[in-house]
């Protein structure tokens, strides 16, 4: 069985200008997860959905950051202006089932951005 | 908030000690408890997880133990390999997962 997919592992940019992530989950999980994690500490979900809908953004930084899942399999993650202190591990994970309960969840590689 | 505390690395240990890594919380509710691992170049991954008080989760030779009364969730292993080296993170999962800061494991040869 394939894993999450990510792309691309890396990305190298200047501040101000605008990024984006892609996520392939595991087929046939419903629940996509994007994760911040910057050097030295843990993963801090950014969005959560369930299909194509959204569950959870509390922690997404609207103002510069937007995500989607069209057809709720890929989903993409975008920062437009990005800034210095965006610069860590973006993680996608998936899991199978519903919200209620716990799910496994699967984890990408990352794809890992430099702000400069 | 719920919040999740580990011991800071790196831990550098011989082959075949006894590892602790200790972990405890905080939670308004009644979370499931988890540790994660990395290892060198790949994505996280499940450990183990314990759902309620007094639950031992083990994979792999590792063992934690849901411990409600000193809200703690300490990994153990008695006889680490290099194979371990890596970061281990441990979270907790109320209404949405939240991770320690993750601690990073040496072992040597």
């Known amino acids: 069985e394939a894993g999450v997919a990510q792309s691309p592992r890396y990305k190298i940019i200047e501040k101000r200008q605008s990024v984006a992530f892609w996520c392939n989950p595991i087929s046939g999980h419903a629940t996509l997860y994007w994760y911040q994690q910057i050097l030295g500490q843990g993963p801090k979900l950014l969005i959560q959905f369930q299909n194509n809908g959204v569950v959870d953004d509390s922690q997404l930084p609207k103002d510069r950051f937007s995500a989607e899942r069209l057809k709720g399999v890929d989903s993409t993650l975008k920062i437009q202006p990005a800034k210095l202190e965006d610069s860590a591990v973006y993680l996608c994970a998936s899991s199978g089932g519903t919200s209620g309960g716990y799910n496994e969840q699967f984890f990408g590689p990352g794809t890992r951005l430099t702000v400069l | 908030g719920d919040s999740v505390t580990q011991m800071e690395g790196p831990v550098t240990l011989s082959e075949e000690a006894f590892l602790t890594i200790n972990c405890t919380y905080t939670?308004?509710?009644?979370?499931?408890l988890f540790w994660y691992v990395q290892y060198p170049g790949e994505g996280l991954q499940l450990l183990l997880k314990?759902?309620?008080?007094?639950d031992k989760g083990s994979n792999k030779g590792f063992e934690a133990t849901y411990r409600k009364e000193t809200t703690s969730f300490h990994l153990e292993k008695g006889s680490v390999q290099v194979s371990d080296s890596a970061v281990y993170f441990c979270?907790?999962?109320?209404?949405?997962?939240?991770f320690g800061k993750g601690t990073r494991l040496h072992i040597l040869p």
């Open positions: 979270a907790l999962r109320d209404d949405k997962i939240i």
């Open positions: 939670a308004t509710g009644y979370p499931s």
């Open positions: 314990a759902t309620k008080a007094d």
